[in-house]
């Protein structure tokens, strides 16, 4: 992997957390994914006159993705409304690259050799350390788990979806666009009944949060995506998952969530990971 494969990635790792992190400390998570969604979508469809067009083998994918986008963020809303960002977001980006390391084998048919495996076992590993260390009632209990753990399967399946798609496409930047756009209305329309009303109001009280987080996810995906035609999908969803520790230290230092040896670990264990990407 280049220097600057990994440089955006990592990049991308650490908005993702960010605009996660927004997620989760603006009180109602439905609403604010809600915003995030809807600046993607006005971003994607300011981008789309000076972006060249997805090939059409590409569209079939679009349209899985987009199904798979909306059954994310209502399961993403759901698990952070039950568990602390310190437990659910290490969990679900954790599991998610070992489920696409074993599906791109035979939906990709990528083969990795065994040093890939043993950074992507590292990140993997870290993801487990750090959801251990997290704190908070929030956190126990089946019905959290269960929901991150759907989360983390549906980010599976949309990350081997857009990572095939994207290299059908012809046009990265113009996959990521059309993605969100569409995304961001059919989310809108499913949750029209149970919000109408509500999301107006939310955004006028938080006015930055449409215009940064939709910045921060639609690039961070698609800085991800141009990276899944430049590696493995498996390598570079393992190494996006570095986000984890970028995620950690917020809920850390900014979420005031407890540091625990156990993250320290984690982290650790994610950026030796990182590192073992670059060199295998």
Not at 41 to 48: D, E, R, V
Not at 64 to 92: E, F, K, T
Not at 242 to 263: H, Y
């Amino acid at each position: 992997m280049s220097a600057t494969v990994l440089a955006a990635i990592l990049f991308a790792a650490l908005l993702h957390a960010a605009w996660n992190a927004a997620l989760k400390s603006r009180g109602s998570t439905f609403l604010a994914a809600l915003a995030v969604m809807s600046g993607a979508a006005l971003i994607g469809a300011m981008a789309l006159p000076f972006l060249h067009p997805p090939a059409p083998a590409s569209w079939p994918f679009i349209g899985a993705s987009i199904l798979l986008h909306i059954v994310y963020y209502s399961l993403l809303a759901a698990a952070y409304r039950h568990a602390d960002i310190g437990h659910a977001y290490p969990l679900m980006r954790g599991v998610a690259p070992v489920l696409v390391a074993l599906a791109s084998i035979f939906l990709a048919d990528e083969r990795l050799h065994p040093a890939q495996w043993g950074a992507i076992a590292l990140i993997c590993a870290g993801g487990a350390a750090l959801t251990l260390g997290a704190r908070g009632h929030a956190s126990g209990g089946v019905r959290p788990t269960v929901l991150i753990l759907l989360t983390a399967v549906v980010i599976a399946a949309y990350t081997l979806v857009d990572g095939l798609g994207v290299r059908r496409s012809g046009t990265p930047p113009g996959y990521t666009a059309w993605v969100f756009l569409l995304s961001g209305v059919g989310i809108a329309a499913v949750s029209w009944r149970a919000t109408a009303g509500q999301l107006p109001a939310f955004m006028a009280r938080n006015p930055a949060l449409p215009l940064l987080g939709g910045l921060a996810t639609t690039a961070s995906y698609g800085l991800a995506l141009w990276a899944m035609t430049q590696a493995p999908v498996a390598v570079v969803a393992a190494l996006r998952e570095t986000s984890i520790v970028f995620a950690t230290a917020i809920a850390v230092f900014v979420l005031r969530e407890r540091a625990t040896p156990a993250r320290l670990l984690g982290s650790a264990l994610v950026a030796l990971g990182a590192v073992a990407v670059r060199l295998a």
